[in-house]
């Protein structure tokens, strides 16, 4: 049979016979990557169909809720019933943090290769998995910038054999633009901005629209797919305003608003998602109208918001 490489896209003919039963990954003899093998009638069905959406959450702008955003997808999307994996790429952990566990390893240890990306994996919630960041990162950073060439691809190949495995892959980034963050847009397909609809927040996202398109230069796949409006005040006007000044924009990226709801802030030092911590509150019901969008499934957790 021929065995196609993700990566390089090398194809090599391999004799079925040779391949053991359980064989789960392979690695391409060409450039290296470890990647997951599906091979018919070795793995399940379910396993076979699964193609894995890689979400990217970014914008150079701090405190923009990034994170906030990153956990509140990938949560929601596990309760809708999908695998997911959140990935994060931020020095602070901060995800870790605002789901109450505290991780042993995470992402550094994939990139390095100490441990098995199975290893590093901690599962979280149900069908929630994480891959934990914190200050060790800065250790990748300086490994990516040694690289006399291919650093940005850092990611692309360490984490390439989570594809197939997941539904959803959702990965945090830290605010900045360094050498952590062009790997992580050199990995993911698609990306979601969260905005805050404060002053000068436009001016954040027309600076990112001209990174994005520099790295858009050399991946044309990289789309930003979602635009998601942060802490929307209906009592402010100039919020109101913003919002409308970004659907005429993005009017075919824009999501709808996350308005600012104090359930959200108070959330995380409980180590709970917002639909554990307040589940009835404007901040959980704007996050699962996020979760429908990006799954592309109005029906999901109807019942919730009508109430
Ligand atoms: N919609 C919201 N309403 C109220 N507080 C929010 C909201 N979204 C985020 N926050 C809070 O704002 C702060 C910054 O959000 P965070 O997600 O950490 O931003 P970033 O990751 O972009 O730096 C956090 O304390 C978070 O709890
Ligand atoms: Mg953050």
Known sequence: ??????????????????????????????????FALNLPGKTDAAELSRETRIIGVALSKGGVGKTTTAVSLSAGLALAGHKV???????QGQASYSLGVKPKAGLVEVVTEELKPEEAVCKVRERLYLLAGGKSLAGVKRLIDRKDFGGELTFRESLSIFEGEYDYIVVDTSPG???????????????????????????????????LASIRKYRDELTLKYVVPTFLDGRVKQSQKMLEELGKLYSEQICPPIRYNVRISEAPAYGKSIYEY???????????ELVRKVANNPKLFRQMDMI
């Open 1 to 34: 049979m021929i065995i196609t490489c993700p990566r390089c896209k090398k194809q090599c003919n391999i004799d079925e016979k040779r391949i053991p039963a359980n064989a789960k990954k392979a690695r391409c003899k060409s450039c290296g990557n470890l």
């Open 278 to 288: 307040a589940p009835g509150s404007p901040g959980a019901h704007d996050y699962r």
């Open 85 to 91: 994996l959140l990935i994060d790429t931020d020095t």
């Open 177 to 211: 633009w360094d050498a952590l963050t062009v790997a992580v847009l050199f990995y993911v397909k698609e990306v979601l901005t969260p905005i805050s609809l404060e002053v000068m927040a436009l001016q954040g996202l027309m600076e990112f629209m001209k990174s």
